[in-house]
């Protein structure tokens, strides 16, 4: 079993399956194990992702998963209780960042080596290849879009509209996210001040120093200005893709298939496009890019992707994001101690809303 620095992933789960719901950070190593049924003894082909439901690019590992129907063990990291943060995890990843997978002995933390080693590794008749075969056309359209869509700044959209959701219409984020940004952004220098370490000091230096950056990302995305440049560059991206699935209507006309990005075979463009509309439906952008009709392509793409079985799976309903993030984080704030820094405080903000939000949301639905 992989155990890098000597430690051991921690055994428990739930749905989502959670990686401290009963010993969080626990090393196997102080256990003396001796159930055959234990997950030490398992096959070293069993898959394990640690990730978090509402992390963008964890929500696309996951869709790659799923369209390929492998059997994972997936362990959430809640990031508003700042799981990411602590000892036990940095140890798999000391850049702090979901997903991150375990298979058989080894460990992968990048998000882009995560996509290619599941499509290397896992191949065969029952099992759907995202990446055509390479010299071919569908590949080259498959990397010029992988490309494109993962050059898109994700986390300054999403920072930026919480910060701004004057520039948003029908935004799933409650109004209650920006007080709580903002207040987290107003406080962050005397936060890091506070930051105990003590039981693993020689952590507290790649600790300080991400909080740091993440403190200066998340500034530099308040900028409305900065905003307002990526969003304008966000919409010539979007018409590329329009144009191209209008050429694929064009190119297999009178062809009885299924029509995607890149051809009639889904791919992963696909899966990275129809994360891309759901987190952008999800930050209420969705009215201003397609649901005007100006991109009717599109458009018709997000409604077909979102009735595919791992879309429904992975994603759910867009309506209920929110509350499939906040609602496990209640559970496991009571079995353990609050943490010191940009969580406790979030996750109560998020709680203190649920009411809202659950109205918000059976009014816009059946009212």
Known sequence: ?????????????????????????????????????????????????????????????????????????????????????????MRLNLGEEVPVIIHGDNIISDYNQIIDYMEKTFTGENVAQLIPEAGSLLHSRVMQYRELLDSLPMDAYT??????????????????????IRRHLANASTDLLKLDHEEEPQLTEPYLSKQKKLMAKILEHDNVNYLKKILGELGMGLDQIEAELEKRKIEYQGQKC?????????????????????????????????EDGSRPNLQNFFERIQKRFAFRKVLGDIHTTLLSAVVPNAFRLVKRK????????????????MGYFAYWYLKKKYI
């Open 1 to 89: 079993m992989a155990t890098p620095n000597n430690v051991t992933p921690t055994n428990c789960s739930w749905w989502p399956i959670s990686a401290l719901e009963n010993d969080a950070g626990k090393s196997m190593e102080t256990e003396e194990i001796q159930d055959p049924a234990h997950p030490a003894f398992r096959s070293k082909d069993r898959l394990v992702l640690y990730h978090w439901t509402q992390s963008f690019s964890s929500q696309k590992v996951r869709l790659v998963i799923a369209e390929k129907g492998l059997p994972c063990e997936e362990r959430d990291v809640s990031m508003p209780l700042t799981e990411h943060k602590e000892p036990w995890f």
């Open 159 to 180: 920072h930026g509209c919480i910060l701004h959701p004057e520039l948003t219409t029908d935004s799933m984020i409650p109004k209650y996210a920006t007080a709580e």
């Open 258 to 290: 299924e029509l995607w990005l890149c051809g009639c075979v889904f791919t992963l463009a696909d899966i990275l496009l129809g994360a891309t509309l759901h987190r952008l439906k999800f930050l209420g952008l969705s009215k201003k890019y397609w």
């Open 338 to 353: 609050p943490p010191s820094f940009f969580g406790a405080s979030f996750l109560m903000g998020s709680l203190g809303g």
